[in-house]
């Protein structure tokens, strides 16, 4: 057992008992949300390293406490990583998360009140997107666009441009969290650029596909700011990116910190230095292929078998399923049905959904996850396959059983990453 799991099981044996059922829960199940991923055993060794124990407000060279020659050393590392890796001349890597990084970003270039469009939330949006619930949505002025339903989910930029025109946005947003198709970069710089607003893109969910040269990368359309998350399809520690033009930069710094945040987290900076190297490498790039394959295989055979995707399929990583339509039964119905067979996936919103956000009409599916632990396109055929009789017959106990314990012996072939055998 690891020195530190045995610390863990002798000092607090409660959490101990909780920290094994989660340990359990990743090697039982197959995780298909699609935000979701296993990190790499070297990045949980360094998020529990005692980088932990230090404080290192500033940036390297500008701190406001002594002894950090090391510190400064990793957050270089980081900060030269990313920008290697995304191809962008600067990087802060010091938000704490996917939301104060992009609330860094607004601050950093919006006075109270400006204008940001940004897509609606049931077309994909993200709630720091400027939702009416979120803070950011009560500062800012977000005017929201939505995708056309009618043509495979896809923005009609006619329409976009006459909106920016109108509303004349300091910064011009794109990227999704539920969208199951792929940004066209250029035809939305051109938006920025026609209104002279800042062309954003928050890639969180396709960050590690940009990174793996699986999908297109903003900055070749000559973006100004990239944001994203660590955690997702990068396969790093929790924590977030703003990357942007070197004009740029002295803004983005100032906003995250002073700004917005106080001590980084310097030991999960140290993680996503270890993680940006582990997506430089061949293996990353063979994993975001296999990633895209492996979900338009998922959506190919659940179209066979009968189910509804919202936009016709995927060009991503990610699918969402219109339960109403092809099962009768509401997403967090399915969420608790392939709960039940130990398929672990999240009821989501759908484009102008009639039902309310806690019983919305789909699921939300991805590959990353699967994907790192090894699955390729035979075994989503098996995963349609398990989802497919689940969700058409619910209510049927026995069956679910029968299905869960076949959920079982089929990951039980895929060790989970980071995940000590049991
Ligand atoms: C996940 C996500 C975020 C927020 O990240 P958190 O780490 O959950 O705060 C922001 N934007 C997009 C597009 C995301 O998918």
Redesign the pocket.
């Known amino acids: 057992m690891d020195d530190y799991r045995r610390e863990l099981m002798e000092g607090d044996p409660e959490v101990f008992e909780l920290l094994r059922g989660e340990e359990r829960r990743q090697q039982s199940g197959v995780e298909l949300i699609p935000?979701e991923n296993y990190t790499w055993p070297a990045v949980l060794a360094t998020l529990g390293s005692v980088f932990t124990n230090k404080y290192s407000e500033g940036y390297p060279g500008r701190r406001y406490y002594g002894g950090q020659e090391f510190t400064d050393g990793v957050e270089n590392l980081a900060r030269e990583r990313a920008c290697s890796l995304f191809r962008c001349e600067h990087a802060n890597v010091q938000p704490l998360?996917?939301?104060?990084?992009?609330q860094a970003v607004y601050l950093a270039f919006l006075e109270p009140g400006d204008t940001v469009l940004a897509m609606d939330l049931s077309h994909g949006g993200?709630?720091?997107?400027g939702d009416p619930v979120s803070h950011m949505g009560r500062l800012f002025n977000f005017v929201r666009y939505k995708t056309r339903p009618g043509e495979a989910g896809r923005v009609d930029f006619d329409e976009l441009m006459k909106l920016a025109r109108l509303s004349k946005p300091r910064i011009v947003l794109c990227?999704?969290?539920s969208s199951p198709r792929v940004d066209d970069y250029a035809a939305y710089r051109r938006v920025a650029e026609e209104v002279g607003a800042l062309a954003m893109a928050?890639?969180?969910?396709v960050g590690g596909l940009i990174a793996g040269g699986a999908l297109e990368n903003p900055f070749d359309h000559g973006f100004d700011v990239v944001?994203t998350?660590t955690?997702?399809s990068l396969r790093g520690p929790?924590g977030?990116l703003v990357l942007c033009r070197k004009e740029l930069a002295k803004a983005v710094d100032r906003s995250v910190f002073p700004g917005l945040q106080g001590g980084p987290h310097m030991n999960a900076i140290a993680a996503m230095a270890v993680a940006l190297r582990k997506a430089a490498e061949p293996g990353f790039r063979e994993y975001a292929a296999q990633v895209i394959s492996n979900a338009a295989e998922l959506a190919t055979s659940l179209i066979d078998a009968g189910a509804a995707l919202v936009t016709g399929g995927t060009d991503n990583h990610l699918i969402v399923l219109d339960c109403v339509l092809a099962y009768g039964m509401d997403g967090r119905a399915a969420e608790e049905t392939l709960d039940a067979i130990g398929i672990t996936v999240n009821k989501q919103v759908i484009p102008d959904d009639p039902n309310p956000p806690l019983r919305p009409s789909g699921i939300r599916l991805g590959t990353p996850a699967a994907t790192a632990r090894g699955m390729k396109e035979d075994s989503m055929r098996e995963l349609a396959g398990f989802m497919t009789a689940a969700l058409e017959r619910p209510m049927q106990p026995r069956e679910l059983a029968r299905l869960a314990e076949a959920v079982a012996a089929f990951c039980a072939a895929f060790p989970t990453p980071g995940v000590p055998r049991m």
């Open positions: 935000s998360s996917g939301s104060p990084m992009n993200h709630l720091t997107h990227g999704t969290t928050d890639v969180s969910h944001t998350t955690h997702k929790r977030g």
